[in-house]
C-alpha cells in the first residue's frame, strides 16, 4: 500500500493543498487496495481447493512484488506509478 501512495507523500511534502478531492482520492485508493488484499485472502482460504488457491495468491504477491521491485526500478521500465510528475 505504501508504495501505491507514495505519490500524495510528495505532492504534499511540496507544499500544495490537501484539498477534498485530493482526500477523496487517497481515501478511494485506500479503499481499493484494502479491497483487493481482502479478496485475495478470500479467494486463497474459501476457494474451492486450498491448495491451488493458495499457490494463485502466492503467484499474484509475487508478481506484484517483482513490478514494483524489479520492472519499475529497471531503466527500460515506465517508471513507478506518478513517476515525472514532480520534477
Given at each position: 500500500m505504501a508504495e501505491e501512495l507514495a505519490v500524495f507523500r510528495r505532492y504534499l511534502a511540496r507544499g500544495h493543498p490537501a484539498g477534498a478531492p485530493l482526500r477523496l482520492v487517497f481515501l478511494l485508493n485506500v479503499?481499493?487496495?484494502g479491497l483487493w488484499n481482502l479478496l485475495l485472502l478470500g479467494?486463497?482460504?474459501?476457494?474451492?481447493?486450498y491448495g491451488p488457491q493458495l499457490v494463485g495468491a502466492a503467484v499474484a504477491t509475487l508478481a506484484w512484488y517483482?513490478?514494483?521491485?524489479g520492472w519499475y526500478r529497471?531503466?527500460?521500465s515506465p517508471g513507478r506509478p506518478g513517476?515525472?510528475?514532480f520534477l
Open positions: 479503499l481499493l487496495l479467494t486463497a482460504v474459501y476457494g474451492p481447493a517483482l513490478t514494483y521491485q529497471a531503466r527500460w513517476a515525472g510528475l
